[in-house]
């Protein structure tokens, strides 16, 4: 499949194709819920992911992560999910028409990204952006695991195709009327059923 688009290059002037940023369409601590779980306990509305268990109730919003590509005019953009606690959560939605409400909060990833292995939660800081733009988030530096290696070290342009040509083979690719070169990805048909039990991911507790 090929949905990549033609532009020509502010940086260098050439045309190029430009990547489409690899979306996930919610957190897997929603996908790992059961058809029956995620209609009682939990709501997945947008940008904003909420999960009632009994013991506890977990919040996450989208995010955005770039990924810088080295000798490349483009940076591949994921659309990734944190948890967040539960003020930084309330913060953000009472705060999600406001235009110039800059922050920073402390997020959890929670997407098991192909390519990688997780035993834990990747710890990162989360940038809400002026103008309604969707947060940014960066990996915290110190946190030792392949990802965030990648991530301050850049890939290359080869790596970035793969990533790309790799989700449309995983997923199936759905246009999104509202945003172009976005694709959202059921993390379901990524991982297998028993590596999404696994949970991998941290949230936070009460
Ligand atoms: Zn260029």
Known sequence: MNISIK????????EHEEWPSLAFSSPDNYDCLSPDARETIA??????????????????????LNQKVNYSCQDLNYGLWVSLSEKSYDDYLANFNNDNHETTYFGWLCNGIPGYNFDSSIPMNVFTQKGNLRPVIEPHESFDHPFVKDYYQGITKDEADRRVNQMLDLIEAIADPGKKKNISIATATVAGEAERKSKWWKVWKY
Do not use: N, Y
């Open 7 to 14: 532009f020509t290059c502010s940086c260098c002037g050439k």
């Open 43 to 64: 709501r997945l509305e947008g940008d904003f992911c909420i999960v009632h268990h009994p013991a506890q109730t977990d919040r996450f919003i989208r995010c955005s």
